[in-house]
């Protein structure tokens, strides 16, 4: 007969629902779970009573500020806390894809080459303004120059000064005289050629043609050639000056300085 002053045991569902015993039910090979439930039942002691708890998993290692891990629940944590770090090159080399194979510049490099590239632009600048300060000099003829004296020269065209000063300088027999020549054909420039055998002067570019005084006769040329000033100097030189242009058209090539009587 049961005393009803015994204070009573509280019973575990048949189920076994403890939540402490479950795992463990569960490693047991043949599913023997429902029976021990009973058995405690039986017994009037609980399954967490019968059985020890089954053991918590280990807490995940927690890394500090200094870069150490340290395992709470682990006994030996402490050890595990005084352990060094690992190198920070060896991390970042773990980091790295082993496939690449890009150069790593460091920041000592970048800069280098920045300064590097700075001093490039510097010194194009640099360079540049000092071609600046020292632009081209052409060097044309002078537009006066002396050609020597009256008697060096025979009758016609004297080609001598054509390169060098752009002239002819033609003698002519009827008046006694000399004049010069421009050798710029008056349709587009062009420099025309005197034909001897022909005696007249003819533009290679577009075929216009010039007699002896520079007047036009063919092709396109609108006007006469242009004749420059020529005087005699002091020293009894002929002395001609492209500074000063003179164009039949305007009726210029009656101006003294336009022929020289010698
Ligand atoms: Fe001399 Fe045209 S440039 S004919």
């Known amino acids: 007969m049961a005393d009803e002053n015994k204070p009573v045991q509280p019973s575990a569902p048949a189920t076994g629902a403890n939540p402490a015993a479950t795992p463990q039910h569960r490693q047991v ?11 405690a039942a039986a017994t009037g002691a609980t399954p967490a009573a ?8 280990p807490a995940a290692p927690m890394p500090d500020l200094a870069g150490k891990t340290t395992n709470i629940a682990s006994p030996g944590g402490a050890a595990a806390a005084t352990k060094p770090a690992p190198a920070p090159a060896a991390a970042k080399t773990a980091t790295r894809d082993p496939d690449d194979t890009s150069p790593l510049l460091t920041r000592r490099a970048w800069m280098g080459l920045a300064w590097g590239a700075f001093s490039a632009a510097s010194a194009a600048a640099l360079a540049a303004t ?3 300060m020292f632009p081209n000099v052409l060097n044309e003829p002078p ?15 004297d080609e001598r000064w054509k390169e ?22 008056t349709h587009l420039g062009c420099t025309p050629n005197y034909l001897s055998a022909e005696n007249k002067f003819k533009c290679p570019c577009h075929g216009s043609g010039f007699r002896l005084t520079g007047v036009n ?26 500074s000063r242009h003179f164009q039949r058209e305007l009726g210029q090539w009656i101006d003294p300085e336009a022929f020289l009587k010698a």
């Open 50 to 57: 019968a059985k020890p708890a089954a053991p918590r998993p």
């Open 164 to 185: 060098k000063f752009g002239v002819w300088v033609v003698r002519v027999a009827e008046v006694s005289g000399f004049y010069a020549l421009s050798v710029t054909c």
């Open 217 to 242: 006769f063919e092709g396109p040329a609108p006007r006469p050639l242009e004749r420059v000033r020529i005087v005699l100097a002091e020293d009894g030189q002929i002395l001609v000056d492209k």
């Open 143 to 157: 537009q006066q120059f002396k050609i020597g004296f009256p008697t060096e020269y025979g009758m016609g065209v």
């Open 29 to 39: 090979p043949g599913g023997d779970a429902p029976a021990t439930a009973a058995a």
């Open 130 to 132: 000092g071609r600046f």
